[in-house]
């Protein structure tokens, strides 16, 4: 708790944009009981200090500089004679108390602003995932009950994912559009219990693959076009089982417009698309692929996934899903691709979206359970930062818990 309160004083309340705290200032002192008492919402017990410090130096035995004299001193006397610095514009005002900072908050995340990510299979038990501790594959009778707590708390949006019986993957992956597959009967489920709930599914063939690779392969190539001849089957299969928005991760050329007119052909003009518009071949997927069993069979998806030393690139990803008909872009991984979520927020007018993906999420989780970091404040200061960096937006693990931390500290 000490190390959390130090951090959260020295980021200057970043994580306050949900629960104030106090900092961790040492009360032996007059000077830090001073401190405390113009920053806390409480009396302070210790005592108060002479703001002209005359004679504070008296007793020493040697001579201390004084900054308020000589012919060009650093600071000057007010009308009380207390020290003081000449200076109007004081931006810790705005800091002074929590009614303060909240009145001038920049970012508030709310749990609205989720997508919770949901493991499944079809066993009738839950299994752990030992690199996501916290996180299950989820039976379905399992995973309603799961949507159901988090609706209960605010978390209206789920996005599905599955593990896949390897007796069902094939390198053209025909399983991801078997309108009685996993998924499907999925999100007939959520929408019959929950119908005001937003179910988005995943667009791409890996879960489904034998290969490994989010497309169809050949001689150890992905074919981009035989590729979105598949994701558009799965897309309008997924459709037509209820799901309110479809989310393209698989990186092919052309996927969104093609998935687009699909849809669009098959009536479901309302479907929306959220694009995975710069997915990163990032080295922080290893504890998803362990929880879907869904590593590459071989190589790397470099060929397709973006090269995480590019930025600009994902301008041209961004410009071109939108002219194909994206409603929503994501940005994936998150946290250390904050500055391409800024880059794609001033660029174009769709929201955006940040994916706190799981190599994020479990390096949170082994620092917390280490105890070296608190996990409440370091979750909310992370899911705030994705909100200050310009995602609408958050795909989080921590969805769930996120926002039973914001009720229980009456925010929502």
């Known amino acids: 708790m000490k190390f959390a309160s130090v951090i959260l004083a020295t980021f200057a309340g970043v994580a306050c944009a949900f629960a104030p705290s106090t900092p961790a200032f040492s009360r032996s002192s007059a000077l830090y009981s001073a401190v405390e008492d113009e920053v806390s919402t409480g009396p302070v017990a210790a005592g108060s200090i002479d703001r002209s410090l005359s004679g504070t130096d008296s007793s020493l035995s040697y001579d201390a500089f004084d900054p308020t004299s000589g012919d060009s001193p650093a ?20 800091r002074k108390s929590a009614a303060v900072r909240g009145m001038v908050r920049e970012n508030i995340v709310t749990p609205a602003n989720f997508i919770y990510p949901l493991f499944i299979h079809e066993e009738d038990f839950n299994t752990e ?7 299950e594959r989820h039976s379905l009778p399992n995973m309603l009950k799961e949507v159901g707590e988090a609706y209960d708390l605010g978390v209206k949006t789920f996005v599905l994912f599955p593990k896949v019986p390897d007796e069902l993957k094939t390198n053209l992956g025909v399983e991801a559009y078997n309108p009685d597959g996993i998924v499907h009967r999925a999100i007939r489920m959520i929408k019959e219990a929950y119908p005001d709930s937003v179910v988005c599914t995943d667009v791409a063939l890996d879960p489904y693959s034998d290969q490994g690779h989010d497309g169809v392969v050949e001689d150890g190539k992905i074919l981009n076009d035989v590729t979105i001849n598949q994701l558009c089957k799965q897309a309008v299969s997924q459709a037509r089982a209820g799901a309110d928005v479809v989310a393209p991760s698989d990186m092919m050329d052309g996927r969104v417009g093609a998935i687009r007119d699909a849809l669009d052909a098959e009536g479901f003009t309302d479907v929306s698309i959220l694009a ?49 008909g994206a409603d929503m872009l994501m940005v994936k991984p998150g946290m250390p691709y904050l500055d391409v979520i800024r880059r794609l927020k001033d660029a174009t007018p769709l929201p955006v979206a940040a994916y706190h993906v799981s190599g994020e999420y479990a390096m949170i989780k082994a620092a917390c359970e280490k105890g070296w970091l608190e996990e409440k404040d370091v979750v909310l200061e992370t899911l705030t930062c994705f909100k200050r960096a310009g995602a609408d937006i958050i795909l989080t693990y921590y969805a769930k818990q996120a926002a039973q931390w914001m009720k229980d500290d009456g925010l929502y």
């Not at 000057?76 to 003081?84: Q, S």
């Not at 995932?129 to 996180?135: N, R």
């Open 75 to 94: 600071l000057k006397r007010n009308n009380a004679d207390e020290v003081w610095v000449s200076q109007r514009a004081r931006p810790r005002r705005n």
């Open 129 to 135: 995932i030992p690199s996501m501790p916290g996180c």
């Open 276 to 324: 995975y518009t710069a997915k990163y071949a990032s080295a922080y997927y290893g504890p998803f692929r362990d929880a879907l069993d869904s590593h590459p069979g071989f190589g790397d998806k470099k060929t397709y996934q973006q090269d995480p030393a590019n930025g600009r690139e994902a301008l041209i990803e961004a410009a071109l899903d939108a002219a194909e």
